[in-house]
């Protein structure tokens, strides 16, 4: 994948987490709360953090997204181009997606340590350490109290769901992208 590319889709993450962490942020707060009142969580935070309460975790999403993103699109490419290599022609739509289930589930594990660090600091108590947005901080707290198994706490649900979403995002993606280019050549 080209350099601009890369470029393009990483100020797309950091314009995306502009809605994502709020929504986020909420909705973890949801889960582990004993109201399960979304506006009256909502409510809660902006008045007890403000609106900075909805972004925390901001930087933390963005730096888990981007690397995600570095590993996924490029180990996608790869294997579509090695599958395309093997059988001497281009791949299917749906052996693109088989590559997009690989790509997503590798890059959701190797970037898990970010993720847990993102949800520690999402769930963290106002005014903690933790909450004061220190990815490596979170991630070194993670490491004394659980070590390597803390780092990678979920990342069986989290692989699964990534590579089912590589499947349908990327198989659709390339099914749609060669259907549009194949209308291109046809009309006049």
């Known amino acids: 994948m080209p350099v601009k590319h890369m470029l393009a889709a990483s100020v797309g993450e950091v314009v995306a987490c502009l809605i994502r962490v709020p929504s986020e942020v909420v909705k973890q707060r949801a889960q582990v709360s004993a109201s399960s009142r979304t506006f009256q969580i909502f409510s809660n935070i902006l008045y007890e953090e403000g609106i900075q309460g909805l972004y925390r975790g901001y930087k933390s999403t963005v730096l888990r997204e981007i690397p995600f993103s570095l590993v996924q699109f490029p180990l996608w490419e790869s294997l579509k181009a090695l599958w395309s290599w093997r059988q001497d022609h281009v791949v299917d739509s749906w052996q693109s997606a088989v590559c997009g289930a690989f790509a997503g589930g590798f890059a959701a594990v190797v970037t898990t340590p ?68 194949r209308l291109g050549r046809e009309s006049p």
């Open 114 to 181: 970010l993720d847990v660090a993102k949800t520690r600091i999402m769930l963290a108590k106002a005014g903690s350490v933790t909450a004061s947005g220190n990815v490596l901080s979170a991630l070194h707290g993670v490491w004394q109290t659980q070590g390597l198994a803390g780092l990678f706490a979920g990342v069986f649900p989290r692989m699964a769901a990534i590579s089912l979403g590589g499947f349908i995002f990327l198989g659709a993606y390339d099914q749609t992208r060669s259907l549009l280019l």
